[in-house]
T-cell receptor, first 115, second 113 residues
Framework: EAQVTQNPRYLITVTGKKLTVTCSQN?????MSWYRQDPGLGLRQIYY???????DKGDVPEGYKVSRKEKRNFPLILESPSPNQTSLYFC??????????????FGQGTRLTVV | GNSVTQMEGPVTLSEEAFLTINCTYT??????LFWYVQYPGEGLQLLLK?????DKGSNKGFEATYRKETTSFHLEKGSVQVSDSAVYFC????????????FGAGTRLFVKA
């Protein structure tokens, strides 16, 4: 089954404690991205990756890091989480082969609370 | 710049009512347009899409037409069901300095039996 898998689904952590949210896709997609969803703001892109070892900032990259060492994995790293990073996070992937027809496939989300 | 504006919710309708959720956009270049739906506790999934002017996307009774002259992509359904209760996101994709997808703020729909 084609899917994007995020882990964990729920996470409560304390300010300053480094954490990683994993994302894996099994569709051989080149393009992967991370979003955060906040009430009234919709989804905002944090980082994206066009392919292995190619990453770039989205609209709200501050406080986040990513890496793309393998095509299927795109972890999101919070080196020193702060309460304003409390949010619902989504990973998405898509094929870049035909941009105009490209549908994004989303993971189920990670609800992060930083206290 | 690129942006998507959609009507604020929540929208509350009775079963079998007609649904319209407005969406307008601004874009540099020629975007593709999408509607995604998010059911409670789940990620977003594609509902329909349109890639050029006057294209009509349709799925599960929902429709939206790519109107370049009014920069709009309004979502419609003739008769909603309780199972349509969800959050709906309008989005555009452009290839400008990198492939970007821009989402609207989302519109929550409640359908009452």
């Amino acid at each position: 089954e084609a899917q994007v898998t995020q882990n964990p689904r729920y996470l409560i952590t304390v300010t300053g404690k480094k954490l990683t949210v994993t994302c894996s896709q099994n569709m051989n997609h080149e393009y992967m991205s991370w979003y955060r969803q906040d009430p009234g703001l919709g989804l905002r892109q944090i980082y994206y990756s066009m392919n292995v070892e190619v990453t770039d900032k989205g609209d709200v990259p501050e406080g986040y890091k990513v890496s793309r060492k393998e095509k299927r994995n795109f972890p999101l790293i919070l080196e020193s989480p702060s309460p304003n990073q409390t949010s619902l996070y989504f990973c998405a992937s898509s094929s870049s082969g035909a941009v105009r027809n490209t549908e994004a496939f989303f993971g189920q989300g990670t609800r992060l609370t930083v206290v | 710049g690129n942006s998507v504006t959609q009507m604020e919710g929540p929208v509350t309708l009775s079963e079998e009512a007609f649904l319209t959720i407005n969406c307008t956009y601004t874009a540099t270049g020629y975007p593709s347009l999408f509607w995604y739906v998010q059911y409670p506790g789940e990620g977003l999934q594609l509902l329909l899409k349109a890639t050029k002017a006057d294209d009509k996307g349709s799925n599960k009774g929902f429709e939206a037409t790519y109107r370049k002259e009014t920069t709009s992509f309004h979502l419609e359904k003739g008769s909603v069901q309780v199972s349509d209760s969800a959050v709906y996101f309008c989005a555009l994709s452009v290839l400008t300095g990198g492939f970007k997808t821009i989402f609207g703020a989302g519109t929550r729909l409640f359908v009452k039996a």
